[in-house]
């Protein structure tokens, strides 16, 4: 990529200072037992432990080769006001916004999105920097499949009634965080998620359906988890 585009284009690391001064440390015992640090790491494994929809996708990213560890490839900082949290694909690391998650079902729905960016980083090699259809697609995958675009959080953001309003959600949330990461016109980021949108709207790899609730998510790890029985039956 041309060096004054590279200069130019930040790819949202703007969004989280601590990651973009290099400074994504662990800090101190203290620090970590007395502030949100202490909070979000607590979450984090709650919600690894508990999760339907993040239990499936460590499960599906281990079968595929990319087991996830939580102190390896989880982060809690301090990120800017607007984000909640990002996945750095230089690093196959997720960062949580530990100022910014204060409750645990905000926490599942955020490490289920970024688990699904990691998961489409693993099987399908997406080129995160310099193909945009690609960004483009696992955002819209990641709007689908992690219960951003549930009917209860839909209704608790006063957006219902709406005809194929799950599709419009999907679409409006990908848009913004596409628009979030990259300096492009809003023009251009709907035409690139229109090209896309069919196809990866239609993709619910790991979960073969939208678990469009935490029922439907439970059923969807049930079936993951009895693949292999079912398989050795036919």
């Given at each position: 990529m041309d060096q004054t585009k590279q200069q130019e284009e930040d790819y949202g690391y703007n969004l989280f200072p601590e990651r973009n001064s290099g400074k994504f440390q662990k800090g101190s015992i203290a620090e970590s037992l007395f502030t949100f640090n202490h909070k979000c790491q607590v979450m984090l494994q709650f919600a690894m432990e508990t999760s339907p929809y993040a239990k499936l996708l460590l499960g599906a990213m281990k079968s595929s080769g990319c087991a996830v560890y939580k102190d390896r490839h989880f982060s809690c900082e301090d990120c800017d006001g607007t984000v909640s949290g990002g996945?750095?694909?230089?690093?196959?690391?997720?960062?949580?916004?530990?100022?910014?998650?204060?409750?645990?079902?905000?926490?599942?729905?955020?490490?289920?999105?970024?688990?699904?960016?990691?998961?489409?980083?693993?099987?399908?090699?997406?080129?995160w920097f310099n193909n945009f259809k690609h960004l483009a697609c696992s955002e819209i995958r990641a709007a689908n499949l992690s219960g951003d675009c549930s009917f209860h959080n839909e209704v608790s953001r006063f957006n219902f009634g709406l005809k194929k309003h799950h599709q419009e959600c999907v679409r409006g949330r990908a848009l913004r965080s596409i628009l979030a990461v990259r300096k492009v016109s809003r023009e251009e980021a709907e035409k690139v998620v229109d090209e896309v949108f069919d196809t990866c709207f239609n993709d619910h790899a790991p979960f073969g359906r939208i678990p469009h609730d935490k029922k439907d998510a439970k059923f969807a790890y049930r079936d993951f988890e009895n693949r292999d029985r079912y398989y050795a039956n036919l």
């Open positions: 996945f750095d694909a230089t690093s196959s690391q997720i960062v949580l916004c530990q100022n910014n998650i204060h409750q645990q079902s905000h926490m599942n729905r955020v490490v289920t999105h970024e688990l699904i960016h990691a998961f489409d980083h693993c099987r399908a090699h997406v080129d």
